[in-house]
Structure formats: structure tokens, C-alpha cells
């Protein structure tokens, strides 16, 4: 479905000098900031030793937490072995996109824009491919069936665990890339075990009695970022209001880089709130993630004023981003949405290997009903 809007009439901005010498400073100011300067240099795959480091990088099937082979599929990997060059969206000076194209192989020639860091760990961690062209190769076929590699990676390695445990007559085997590329095209045109997996993990896991191991949020596959580990992103998972979502708050960015320990639970859902709401406003003003460290609440401020002429304060806007959320769940709940919904699939409660935390439900309960409380919302 479509909806196609018709017109030439553009939004007057409250002050366009304004606007114009706030956009000439932030692009001036931001030239030596960290996270530019890296996400510029080495784009979104530099996740992957983040991830590894952290034993939070989703390994053969989310049974483990980082991979041996992550130095062959990482960011030095892709820049070492294939011509990669910087790519921004208009106007934009991060540019964290990688125009990339493999030099040698059986795929010499193949290019293309990525592949981000979801899709190394979906086809590389989930799927175990330990080649960073192979990678780039299964990219493209997704890229070209219109499919979204974290949910095509996370549906192939299912089905490679499901054949060896026995649910399907062929066994697929961890890494085997024709394999895999051939599974994705069996999705895309509905044959064989495609036909069940095209609709979707919840789906499959039942059909193939395999739901205790199947990992999703409201019938959504996650990101790379394993709740186990990272416990804040299981709050982000099972509260966000279209499932398994990474982006709705980016809560891996604090849990990561120091802002809050990965272990805490007491006090995290105020932390998440903020962040939550912060980028719900991202939404509404159509901005880039990868901005909220330069966009704190004191520059939405400024933001708004000088675009709408509105003059409001961070309360304000806080207000403001906690109406669209409550909107939406109101939205949710009409359509059926129940308070159960609000949880993860068995597989994220299972042990983790080679990692010392672990998820109960026991603190996923403690951290969504905190969560429910600030937002102001009852336990229905």
C-alpha cells in the first residue's frame, strides 16, 4: 500500500537565517567530534568488534556471544579486502556509509552500499559466514529480493537449527553461503521451507515445534545487540511498539560506551525514558540516529524554535514525545495489543555461552513495570 501526497508548497521556517547559521556552525563544529570522525572512517561495521568485545555479538543462532572469526568480518576486514569509500546521504558530513566494492574472488566486481553492521551479524554471527565478500554477496541477493538481511539472516539460521535438530529433511549447515543463498531466494518465491518462512520466526518456530528456542519481540526479529548481555535492550525490545526494534532509543549507545552498566537494572528505565524520548522527537523532525549525540535535548530546544517558532522548554518537549508514545500504544491497544505482548520469546531466556550474564524474567518484569510507572501507564 501507498499513499502519495501531491504538491509544491514548501513549510516556511520561523527563522531561516537562524536555521542556516545554526546548520554552518554544527557542520563546522562537528569536523573533529569522535563519533563523526569514526563513524566516517570505518562506518557502522566497527560495531562488530564492539559487539565481540562486549560477548554480545548474536553467535550461530543466538546460542553465543561473539564468534571466532570476527576479525575476518569486521570493519578492517572490509577496508582491507575491498574498495570501500565514505557515502553520505544529501547534505549530511557524517557519512557512515561504505560504497563498497570486492576486488578479488568469485564476487570480484560486485558492488554496493553497505553492508552495515546488522547485516555482518545476521548473515556472519547468526549464520556464521566468515567471509566479509561472502557477506557483501548475500547483502546483494537481499538487496535485489527486497528483502531486510537482520530478518533474513535471523530466518536462515533458524532453519539451519531446525534441520539439525531434526525438524527438516535437508540440514543446512552453519557458513554454507550457496546454501544460504539459495534459502533466501526459496523465501522470496515462496518454495519449499521458504514458503513457511516468509511468514516470519513466530510462524516457523510453531510449525516446527521449535518455539523455545526462537528469538523475537512480538513476532520481530531483533538487532544485534544480545539483551542478554546488554540488559537495557531488552527493555527496548520488549516495549517498543512494533516488536524487536534497536532504533526506537538506541539503548546499546549508553550500555556500551560507559553511560550505565550493562548489568543494572535498578534505575535503567528512567535512563531509557530519556533517551526513548529524546529520539521519538528524532522521529517527529525526521532526524538521523546517528546525531543524538549532537542533538541533546538543549539543541532540540533551539531546533524547534527556530523552525516552528515555538518556544518551548525541555519539560515541554518531554511532554510533547511522551503524548506520541502514549498515542501509539492507545493505537495498539485498540488493535488487540495485550500486556503479555510486552515480553521476549523464550530463546532470549535461555543461557548465553561464554558469557556471564544472563536475562531472568524475574528482571525484565522489575525493569518494564519501573518503565510503566514513569510513563505514567497502569499494568494493563
Not at 239 to 268: N, V
Request: a negative charge; aromatic letters at 8%.
Amino acid at each position: 500500500k501507498g499513499i502519495v501526497f501531491q504538491g509544491d508548497c514548501q513549510r516556511k521556517l520561523a527563522d531561516p537565517e537562524k536555521v542556516r547559521s545554526f546548520s554552518r556552525e554544527l557542520s563546522k563544529e562537528s569536523k573533529e567530534n569522535p563519533g563523526v570522525k569514526a563513524y566516517k572512517s570505518m562506518g557502522t561495521p566497527m560495531m562488530v568488534k564492539l559487539l565481540n568485545n562486549a560477548k554480545a555479538f548474536p553467535t550461530r543462532y543466538w546460542s553465543a556471544g561473539t564468534c571466532d572469526h570476527w576479525e575476518r568480518i569486521n570493519a578492517d576486514a572490509l577496508h582491507d579486502q575491498c574498495e570501500v569509500k565514505p557515502n553520505a546521504c544529501l547534505k549530511c558530513f557524517m557519512a557512515c556509509g561504505r560504497m563498497s566494492r570486492v576486488k578479488e574472488g568469485r564476487h570480484a566486481g560486485l558492488r554496493l552500499e553497505g553492508p552495515e553492521y546488522e547485516t555482518i551479524y545476521a548473515f556472519g554471527g547468526l549464520c556464521m559466514v566468515d567471509s566479509i565478500e561472502e557477506i557483501i554477496y548475500l547483502n546483494d541477493i537481499c538487496d535485489r529480493l527486497g528483502m531486510d538481511t537482520i530478518t533474513a539472516g535471523n530466518l536462515c539460521a533458524f532453519a539451519m537449527e531446525a534441520g539439525k535438530r531434526g525438524r527438516l529433511d535437508t540440514v543446512i549447515e552453519y557458513g554454507d553461503v550457496d546454501a544460504i543463498a539459495d534459502l533466501l531466494k526459496k523465501i522470496a518465491y515462496r518454495q519449499g521451507i521458504g514458503d513457511i518462512l516468509a511468514n516470519g520466526i513466530r510462524h516457523a518456530a510453531k510449525v516446527w515445534d521449535l518455539e523455545n528456542i526462537a528469538v523475537h519481540a512480538k513476532g520481530l526479529e531483533p538487532a544485534g545487540y544480545d539483551p542478554r548481555v546488554l540488559k537495557g535492550m531488552g527493555l527496548a525490545y520488549a516495549s517498543s511498539d512494533r516488536g524487536a526494534c534497536h532504533l526506537r532509543a538506541t539503548f546499546y549507545k549508553p550500555e556500551l560506551s560507559g553511560m550505565i552498566s550493562p548489568e543494572q537494572t535498578q534505575g535503567k528505565a528512567k535512563m531509557f525514558i530519556d533517551f526513548e524520548d529524546r529520539l521519538t522527537l528524532f522521529d517527529a523532525l525526521i532526524f538521523c540516529r546517528f546525531y543524538r549525540d549532537m542533538y541533546q535535548w538543549e539543541q532540540l530546544q533551539d531546533i524547534v524554535c527556530m523552525v516552528t517558532g515555538l518556544d518551548v522548554d525541555k519539560p515541554r518537549l518531554q511532554q510533547m514525545s511522551a503524548g506520541i508514545s502514549t498515542l501509539v500504544l492507545r493505537f495498539n491497544i485498540r488493535e488487540g495489543k495485550q500486556p503479555q505482548d510486552d515480553s521476549l520469546s523464550s530463546g532470549l531466556f535461555q543461557k548465553l555461552k561464554g558469557a556471564e550474564s544472563q536475562l531472568s524474567q524475574e528482571e525484565l518484569a522489575f525493569i518494564l513495570k519501573d518503565y510503566y510507572q514513569i510513563r505514567d501507564w497502569d499494568e494493563e
